[in-house]
């Protein structure tokens, strides 16, 4: 399994736009591609202005090979949708992660 773990800063008061933008958006997109299997989306309590989505996908490969376009059209909808709100955001970093098997 791979981890797609993204960070957002985004304002407490504008958090719920942000996620009903990302859920109409990129939840479904991503969730037709081959080797999703699950997104989540996390707050700590000690950075309240800051989200972490955290994707699982099957493999780095499966992750990677998503359709350039297709992600650079969502990409465009989702700034389009929350510049139209007024949702001012700042994409914080992505990195991916990968889990390790444990042995005991």
């Known amino acids: ?4 773990y993204l960070t957002f800063q ?4 504008d958090q719920a736009t942000f996620l ?3 859920d109409r958006l990129w939840t479904p997109i991503l969730s037709q591609q081959p080797g999703y299997q699950g997104k989540e989306i996390w707050r700590d309590r000690e950075t309240p202005h800051q989200i972490h989505i955290v994707i699982r996908w099957q493999s780095w490969e499966q992750w990677q090979n998503i359709d350039p ?10 700034q389009d949708a929350l ?3 007024d949702c001012p955001y ?6 991916g992660l990968e889990l390790l098997p444990i042995h005991c």
């Not at 985004?10 to 008061?13: H, I, R, S, T, Y």
């Not at 700042?90 to 990195?95: D, L, P």
């Open 1 to 4: 399994m791979v981890i797609e």
């Open 10 to 13: 985004v304002a407490p008061a």
């Open 20 to 22: 009903h933008w990302d």
């Open 69 to 78: 376009d297709l992600l650079q059209a969502t990409e465009q909808a989702f």
């Open 83 to 85: 510049q139209a709100a």
């Open 90 to 95: 700042q994409f914080r970093g992505c990195q």
